[in-house]
Nanobody, 125 residues
Framework: QVQLVESGGGLVQAGGSLRLSCAAS????????MGWFRQAPGEDREFVAA????????YYADSAKGRFTISRDNAKNTVYLQMNSLKPTDTAVYYC??????????????????WGQGTQVTVSS
């Protein structure tokens, strides 16, 4: 079993930055593709970014390209999401997710087996 715990959310003004972290417990983190998703009230869960098990491949939603950066530190069992130039439309609960099995990463939420509890990001205008 894998447990994922997100942190780093909060309230920030538009144009500001936040760095989300997702710490994984249990074995096998270095073999998991990891993804970040978000969900705003009344909206469907939305893909934000993904990173392959090795860290060699990354993928971004169009809304995140150029502003967000996903990275991972396998020695720390942690994946990060650096968010810059934040907009009010980025306001959502952000979730990290793990897809075991040496995958490249996916934008489809159903590909992921494990999910964190989420961290709230609120961007004020």
């Amino acid at each position: 079993q894998v447990q994922l715990v997100e942190s780093g959310g909060g309230l920030v003004q538009a144009g500001g930055s936040l760095r989300l972290s997702c710490a994984a417990s249990g074995r096998g983190f270095s073999s998991y593709a990891m993804g970040w998703f978000r969900q705003a009230p009344g909206e469907d869960r939305e893909f934000v970014a993904a990173i392959s098990w090795s860290g060699g491949r990354t993928y971004y939603a169009d809304s995140a390209k150029g502003r967000f950066t996903i990275s991972r530190d396998n020695a720390k069992n942690t994946v990060y999401l650096q968010m810059n130039s934040l907009k009010p439309t980025d306001t959502a609960v952000y979730y990290c997710a793990a897809d075991p099995g040496f995958k490249y990463g996916s934008s489809w939420w159903y590909e992921y087996d494990y999910w964190g509890q989420g961290t709230q990001v609120t961007v004020s205008s």
